[in-house]
């Protein structure tokens, strides 16, 4: 029971490098999300995807692109690092239900930490 | 647009006794729901306690409640019998009336419970 994994834990990077933060989930939930969690600001979303094709923006998406090929994966790519993006980012996944559906709970990953110099 | 207001940084308890953590929100939705989840020193977000806005009764999963008062917008955690491993970190969230789990955190509230 994998739930949702998310690579790296840890990553620092460079000014103006790219990476990409991979998340997977094997629990066949059409609803993925990313956040980023900044010392007292709580959990941001930064971007989400419904299903296979379909991404849309969050909170705070500027920086950042995301895509979703396949219902499992939904990785989050920074394109030209900047400090500004130093945060802990958590990827969080859950079924596609009806409001009235009860908790319908996110799983998340255990995160990744990034550190941009 | 959705607010939470967690207005406690942080919140002092000893062992075995009982601590409220507030929430506040603001939503123009009928229907939504507000969640509690725990993040421990380790770093992972635990789900702890769920409330729809038609529940007519306040959620509870073992130690923990939800005092939801409607007309005041308010969700505050209730945690009872508190225990040296509910040192953490607390965050309440909602979900507005979508099809899925779009959430908005508030800023949390950091939770210390001494022998």
């Known amino acids: 029971n994998a739930g949702v994994t998310q690579t790296p834990k840890f990553q620092v990077l460079k000014t103006g490098q790219s990476m990409t933060l991979q998340c997977a989930q094997d629990m066949n939930h059409e609803y993925m999300s990313w956040y980023r969690q900044d010392p007292g600001m709580g959990l941001r979303l930064i971007h989400y995807s419904v299903g296979a094709g379909i991404t849309d923006q969050g909170e705070v998406p500027n920086g950042y692109n995301v895509s979703r090929s396949t219902t499992e994966d939904f990785p989050l790519r920074l394109l030209s690092a900047a400090p500004s993006q130093t945060s802990v980012y958590f990827c969080?996944?859950?079924?596609?239900?009806?409001?009235?559906?009860?908790?319908?709970?996110?799983?998340f990953g255990a995160g990744s930490r990034l550190t941009v110099l | 647009a959705q607010k939470i207001t967690q207005t406690q940084p942080g919140m002092f308890v000893q062992e075995k006794e009982a601590v409220t953590l507030d929430c506040t929100y603001d939503?123009?939705?009928?229907?939504?729901?507000l969640f509690w989840y725990k993040q421990p020193s380790s770093g992972e977000m635990i789900f702890l306690i769920y409330q729809g806005s038609y529940d007519e009764q306040n959620a509870t999963e073992g130690r923990y409640s939800l005092n939801f008062q409607k007309a005041r917008k308010s969700a505050n955690l209730v945690i009872s019998a508190s225990q040296l491993g509910d040192s953490a970190m607390y965050f309440c969230?909602?979900?507005?009336?979508?099809?899925?789990?779009?959430?908005?955190f508030g800023t949390g509230t950091r939770l210390l419970v001494s022998p």
């Open positions: 939503t123009s939705d009928q229907s939504y729901g």
């Open positions: 969230a909602m979900r507005e009336n979508t099809g899925f789990q779009k959430l908005v």
């Open positions: 969080a996944s859950s079924t596609l239900a009806g409001p009235s559906s009860g908790a319908n709970v996110l799983t």
